[in-house]
């Protein structure tokens, strides 16, 4: 089965530092994608960044930036030069790729708050 | 940029009492799925549809949960005798294909209160 751990609840960072919100994972597959969402109060789902397990150099979206490390399975995000609008909830998931199911597994969520 | 949309944003019901969630998924999309997320906890899976059809359903998907697809657009979700414990915010997503880098993309979601 598959698993994604965010370990720390709450992250609090000065507005326009960078800030790496981390992810660890865990499955059996050797094809998946790892996904970060960005939750704000007003409660929507914001696709921000996506990391295949295959892709040899990790992603990046602007600000954002996807740290991977296939070997210790960790799909840290990187948020640079934070702005008070970042302040959300941010969730890792994870979703299996081929031949099998197509839903998407969450963390339980990292609170950002950026403090001016 | 085309969007998921859900409505109402907000439905209050009786326990006990039928309800329906509507969405609109992005329209070249083939792919459906509902997720809620229980206040304050993590985001849950319910089902996946494709082809007029279920794919997969979780345990908390239960015979009490229906969903559909009544027209080229639409697709429902059916609470049939809403429980206290139903009480959350239900999120419908679609995709383009099931490919490993094809995100899901969220509607804002139903707030779902249950008295």
């Known amino acids: 089965a598959q698993k994604i751990t965010q370990t720390q609840p709450g992250m609090f960072v000065q507005e326009k530092e960078a800030v790496t919100l981390d992810c660890t994972y865990d499955?059996?597959?050797?094809?998946?994608?790892l996904f970060w969402y960005k939750q704000p109060s007003s409660g929507e789902m914001i696709f921000l960044i996506y990391?295949?397990?295959?892709?040899?150099q990790n992603a990046t979206e602007g600000r954002y930036s996807l740290n991977f490390q296939k070997a210790r399975k960790s799909a840290n995000l990187v948020i640079s030069a934070s702005q008070l609008g970042d302040s959300a909830m941010y969730f890792c998931?994870?979703?299996?790729?081929?031949?099998?199911?197509?839903?998407?597994?969450f963390g339980k969520g990292t609170k950002l708050t950026v403090n001016p | 940029e085309p969007e998921v949309t859900q409505t109402p944003s907000h439905q209050v019901t009786q326990m006990g009492q039928e309800v329906i969630l509507h969405c609109v998924p992005i329209?070249?999309?083939?792919?459906f799925y509902w997720y809620r997320q229980i206040l304050g906890q993590k985001v849950e899976f319910l089902v996946s549809?494709?082809?007029?059809?279920?794919?997969?359903k979780s345990e908390i998907f239960d015979d009490q949960f229906s969903v559909e697809r009544p027209d080229g657009s639409n697709f429902t979700l059916k609470i049939r005798s809403t429980k206290l414990e139903d009480s959350a915010m239900y999120f419908c997503?679609?995709?383009?294909?099931?490919?490993?880098?094809?995100?899901?993309?969220f509607g804002n979601g139903t707030r779902l209160t249950v008295t």
């Open positions: 997503a679609s995709s383009d294909w099931t490919g490993n880098n094809s995100p899901l993309h």
């Open positions: 499955t059996s597959d050797q094809s998946y994608g």
């Open positions: 990391q295949g397990s295959y892709d040899e």
């Open positions: 998931a994870m979703k299996r790729t081929q031949g099998g199911s197509e839903k998407l597994v």
């Open positions: 329209s070249n999309h083939l792919y």
């Open positions: 549809f494709y082809n007029n059809e279920i794919s997969e």
